[in-house]
T-cell receptor, first 114, second 111 residues
């Protein structure tokens, strides 16, 4: 069974530039999560999708971050314009069920903003 | 105060030692996850438990719901166990019942 795929693995940009991350969850997983993990901290939920609908985006900085999952499968997370404090690993995870399912994580996309 | 507290933050052990990592939480939960994160960022789910004890190979996870405490034990530790171990809880409250993560325990096992 293929795991959660993410790209790119690494990205370096200058502040005020834009960046997009892509995630393809495990086939059949209706729930998809984007997490931000700053160095030395645990992951923080940015947004949760159930199929192509948003369940929770309360911690997503909507002035600069956006995410979509148009067909209920793969998803993109965009940051525009990036700030220095956005430097982090962006983790995508998926699960079969939203509340009780085991989470499967991708390898993450490490963003460095200079 | 964080909802999920892990201890210790850093742990160095010699190969073969028995290791314990602790997790305390302050809210009612439906499940607790133990996760392993290797350098490079990828996270692997080790255990998901809501009561009692689970064992997988050299790893054992226990949870005491009344005391709001869980432990992850590694027997006969090996350098390949070196990683960050993260505890996460799924709260009983809130419509989305999101996972709240601890900040992790960095484990280094020396040969």
């Amino acid at each position: 069974e293929a795991g959660v795929a993410q790209s790119p693995r690494y990205k370096i940009i200058e502040k005020r530039q834009s960046v997009a991350f892509w995630c393809n969850p495990i086939s059949g997983h209706a729930t998809l999560y984007w997490y931000q993990q700053i160095l030395g901290q645990g992951p923080k939920l940015l947004i949760q999708f159930q199929n192509n609908g948003v369940v929770d985006d309360s911690q997503l900085p909507k002035d600069r971050f956006s995410a979509e999952r148009l067909k209920g499968v793969d998803s993109t997370l965009k940051i525009q314009p990036a700030k220095l404090e956005d430097s982090a690993v962006y983790l995508c995870a998926s699960s079969l069920r939203p509340d009780t399912g085991e989470l499967f994580f991708g390898e993450g996309s490490r963003l460095t903003v200079l | 105060k964080n909802e999920v507290e892990q201890s210790p933050q850093n742990l160095t052990a010699q190969e073969g030692e028995f290791i314990t990592i602790n997790c305390s939480y302050s809210v009612g939960i439906s499940a607790l996850h133990w996760l392993q994160q290797h350098p490079g960022g990828g996270i692997v789910s080790l255990f998901m438990l809501s009561s009692g004890k689970k064992k997988h190979g050299r790893l054992i996870a226990t949870i005491n719901i009344q005391e709001k405490h869980s432990s992850l034990h590694i027997t006969a530790s090996h350098p390949r166990d070196s990683a960050v171990y993260i505890c996460a809880v799924r709260s009983l409250v809130g419509s989305a019942r999101q996972l709240t993560f601890g900040s992790g325990t960095q484990l280094t096992v020396l040969p």
